[in-house]
């Protein structure tokens, strides 16, 4: 059982800059896919960033060369940090995770569905 832990969001103005962190549970993070989604009333969960055991990462168009997805296995920490942030941006922020053989690239991970973990949720507003 891995538990996850969302920090860092809040209210940006748009071009600004916000560094998600979540922070896993348990000693055996290396072995977990991780992967950042979205969510806004009404709406399904999106896809925004995904990572792999490897540290090969997979990005959701709309964020590509915005965000930077990166963990930190020592401090059991994924990270989102997102530049450049667009009013559009503004959503609930989830983690997760799932355990994964280290041969799979981020790619295979980039549909919620594939998790087995999920965090609260942040909220990041960007205003115009």
């Known amino acids: 059982q891995v538990q996850l832990v969302e920090s860092g969001g809040g209210l940006v103005q748009a071009g600004g800059s916000l560094r998600l962190s979540c922070a896993a549970s348990?000693?055996?993070?290396?072995?977990?896919?991780m992967g950042w989604f979205r969510q806004t009333p009404g709406k399904e969960r999106d896809f925004v960033a995904s990572?792999?055991?490897?540290?090969?990462?997979y990005y959701a168009d709309s964020v590509k060369g915005r965000f930077t997805i990166a963990r930190d296995n020592a401090r059991n920490t994924v990270y989102l940090q997102m530049n450049s942030l667009k009013p559009e941006d503004t959503a609930v922020y989830y983690c997760a995770a799932v355990q994964s053989p280290v041969y799979y690239s981020a790619i295979h991970y980039a549909t919620a569905g594939k998790y087995d973990y999920w965090g609260q949720g942040t909220q990041v507003t960007v205003s115009s």
């Open positions: 348990g000693r055996t993070f290396s072995t977990y896919a």
């Open positions: 990572i792999a055991r490897s540290d090969n990462t």
